[in-house]
């Protein structure tokens, strides 16, 4: 928790809005996409979502492969209290509905599916086809249930995996869009995926690392990737960190107040 806090003290003191961004590409992102305040019928649609799952006091027997909860004592958790105390918040679904529709998204792939709520931001009238994967089978099962129940069966593909086994599965040519990673907070499991996946990413394509200020070790890993020679733009937006290779573009990074 006190990295937490000296982390977000810290960002607050260096980060920016869009005065002083001077990359044309990051400038348009932030200021069309990231601060886009107009309605969208997915936002409402989203709601409902949510809603659905705050209503279900259900009993689940949850398998965590991740770096463990700071909020549940044991596995067995009501889907309502990890809607509430676990999920995507609705900012940040709206920002991710508006990524995929600014960037227009076409294949995404996301590490940990949880309930699907991140998953319902991506696809909402949105053109994107979905991969997504999720260890703990009693937690697909809810999020399987909730496209259903939201029409969203044909854009996305559920795989009950871990996220070696499903990395290790992709073709060679596979690439996606965009790549959200939530799940295993930690600096060896974080780096290891950005790394197994950059074959999977092309030039545009966009990289979402989910808590990056979780931890000291979370932190590092965002560190570590965003220096890395393939990343040209990276963007700490505190809770998420972002990044591209966008190889055309000189290497910076932003801190930008969402």
Not at 16 to 37: A, E, I, M, R, W
Not at 71 to 100: D, E, H, P, S
Not at 161 to 178: G, H, R
Not at 216 to 229: G, H, L, R, V, Y
Request: net charge positive; with cysteine; charged share 20%.
């Amino acid at each position: 928790m006190k990295h937490q806090i000296y982390s977000y003290l810290n960002f607050l003191l260096n980060s920016k809005n869009q005065h002083g961004v001077h990359s044309p590409f990051v400038y348009k992102l932030v200021t069309q996409c990231f601060y886009d305040k107009s309605p969208r019928k997915a936002y409402k649609t989203w709601k409902l979502a949510k809603l659905e799952l705050l209503n279900d006091k259900t009993l689940i027997s949850v398998e965590d492969f991740g770096a463990g909860s700071r909020v549940f004592k044991t596995n067995q958790r009501a889907v309502n209290q990890i809607a509430k105390n676990v999920g995507i918040t609705q900012k940040r679904a709206q920002l991710l509905n508006r990524i995929c529709s600014y960037l227009k998204i076409e294949n995404a792939l996301e590490l940990g599916t949880s309930l699907g709520l991140g998953s319902l931001a991506m696809t909402l009238n949105n053109h994107v086809k979905l991969d997504t994967v999720e260890a703990c089978p009693n937690t697909l099962k809810r999020a399987e249930i909730l496209f259903k129940n939201f029409n969203c069966t044909s854009q996305i593909s559920t795989h009950k995996s871990n996220f070696n086994q499903l990395i290790k599965s992709l073709a060679p040519t596979k690439t996606y869009d965009l790549i959200y990673i939530d799940g295993h907070h930690n600096y060896e499991a974080t780096w290891h995926y950005f790394n197994q996946l950059k074959p999977h990413a092309h030039d545009q394509t966009i990289f979402i690392f989910d808590d990056i200020h979780w931890s000291k070790e979370m932190t590092k890993a965002w560190q570590d990737i965003s220096n890395s020679p393939e990343i040209h733009v990276s963007i700490d937006t505190f809770y998420w960190g972002i990044c591209f290779k966008r190889p055309e573009q000189a290497k910076e990074h932003f801190r930008i107040r969402i």
